[in-house]
């Protein structure tokens, strides 16, 4: 059983050769309101306060703290957390999500999209990669962008509208025709519009570019907005700059979007990690402990 929980913070304890600095926490999620647990326990503390220092909304916190309290009461914390995150979001492969048609990439100003384009058709061999863009007015992110494929050995197609986008992929020969879209955000209409009518003609699948460095209230609203648009997945950008992923989670908690991958350098051509819940635990947890082992109390 848990020890019981007050509100002092005793001097760290050793244990063998490594400094150990757990705080006992007060229940953030105690009162009215607060999730049943199966039992209690310091390590569900511990791991609701981490989340709500990585800016992780309260109920998403609460919801993931009741995934964290059903498993095995053996787990470690860093288990219970990755247990959650399973539980709670749909990973997907990001190899999977290549292997499909077209993707259109969506995201708002200073997403990185046109970066993501070269970092995703950088993973796949040139035979089955073709970037395009229907980002015709930007001439600088067109340019960019074409600089990028040209040093990745592509070609890149460009679409001036709906009907040129679905020529282009049925022209792509079995290859994955990875689209920049033109920044858009919630309240765009205009801009949604035209990104349901290039969904549509296309045949493809929406993937939010999130950046990682937004407020949590602000990417709760980009998130969902793309999963009204139609998006199924997410690849956090931008991760490399941030030390909280608050914003990762709750844009996919508020979308119903899929975490399927993370930019963790700002290069086109790499840097592009697949998600995991044990990677995106480890990620929460960096920092949280001067080792990945466990003080148990």
Same mark, same amino acid.
């Given at each position: 059983?848990?020890?019981?929980?007050?509100?002092?913070?005793?001097?760290?304890?050793?244990?063998?050769?490594?400094?150990?600095?757990?705080?006992?926490?007060?229940?953030?999620?105690?009162?009215?309101?607060?999730?049943?647990?199966?039992?209690?326990?310091?390590?569900?503390?511990?791991?609701?306060? /981490?989340?709500?220092?990585?800016?992780?909304?309260?109920?998403?916190?609460?919801?993931?703290?009741?995934?964290?309290?059903?498993?095995?009461?053996?787990?470690?914390?860093?288990?219970?957390?990755?247990?959650?995150?399973?539980?709670?979001?749909?990973?997907?492969?990001?190899?999977?999500?290549?292997?499909?048609?077209?993707?259109?990439? /969506?995201?708002?100003?200073?997403?990185?999209?046109?970066?993501?384009?070269?970092?995703?058709?950088?993973?796949?061999?040139?035979?089955?990669?073709?970037?395009?863009?229907?980002?015709?007015?930007?001439?600088?992110?067109?340019?960019?962008?074409?600089?990028?494929?040209?040093?990745?050995?592509?070609?890149?197609?460009?679409?001036?509208?709906?009907?040129?986008?679905?020529?282009?992929?049925?022209?792509?020969?079995?290859?994955?025709?990875?689209?920049?879209?033109?920044?858009?955000?919630?309240?765009?209409?205009?801009?949604?519009?035209?990104?349901?009518?290039?969904?549509?003609?296309?045949?493809?699948?929406?993937?939010?570019?999130?950046?990682?460095?937004?407020?949590?209230?602000?990417?709760?609203?980009?998130?969902?907005?793309?999963?009204?648009?139609?998006?199924?997945?997410?690849?956090?950008?931008?991760?490399?700059?941030?030390?909280?992923?608050?914003?990762?989670?709750?844009?996919?908690?508020?979308?119903?979007?899929?975490?399927?991958?993370?930019?963790?350098?700002?290069?086109?051509?790499?840097?592009?990690?697949?998600?995991?819940?044990?990677?995106?635990?480890?990620?929460?947890?960096?920092?949280?402990?001067?080792?990945?082992?466990?003080?148990?109390?």
């Amino acid at each position: 059983m848990a020890a019981r929980q007050d509100n002092r913070s005793p001097a760290p304890q050793r244990s063998g050769d490594d400094d150990f600095d757990i705080r006992r926490i007060r229940p953030l999620l105690g009162g009215a309101g607060a999730a049943p647990f199966a039992w209690p326990s310091d390590d569900l503390s511990f791991l609701a306060e /981490v989340l709500r220092t990585q800016h992780a909304p309260l109920p998403l916190i609460e919801r993931l703290i009741a995934h964290a309290a059903a498993p095995d009461r053996a787990l470690s914390p860093a288990e219970r957390l990755e247990h959650a995150l399973g539980a709670h979001y749909r990973f997907q492969s990001l190899d999977d999500v290549l292997r499909l048609p077209a993707l259109l990439i /969506v995201g708002p100003p200073g997403a990185g999209k046109t970066a993501l384009v070269a970092k995703l058709t950088a993973r796949l061999d040139p035979r089955r990669a073709l970037a395009a863009s229907v980002d015709t007015g930007n001439v600088a992110g067109l340019a960019q962008l074409e600089e990028y494929v040209k040093a990745l050995g592509l070609a890149l197609a460009v679409a001036d509208d709906a009907v040129a986008l679905r020529a282009t992929v049925a022209g792509a020969e079995h290859r994955t025709v990875v689209v920049d879209t033109p920044a858009a955000a919630p309240g765009d209409t205009e801009a949604e519009d035209r990104l349901r009518q290039l969904k549509s003609a296309a045949g493809a699948e929406i993937i939010l570019a999130l950046p990682a460095d937004l407020a949590a209230a602000e990417a709760e609203a980009v998130g969902a907005w793309a999963g009204e648009l139609g998006a199924t997945a997410m690849i956090a950008t931008r991760l490399d700059l941030v030390r909280r992923v608050g914003a990762v989670l709750a844009a996919a908690d508020a979308g119903g979007l899929a975490p399927i991958a993370a930019s963790l350098a700002s290069h086109f051509a790499y840097g592009l990690k697949a998600l995991t819940p044990a990677l995106l635990a480890r990620r929460i947890l960096t920092g949280a402990l001067d080792s990945e082992r466990w003080q148990r109390r």
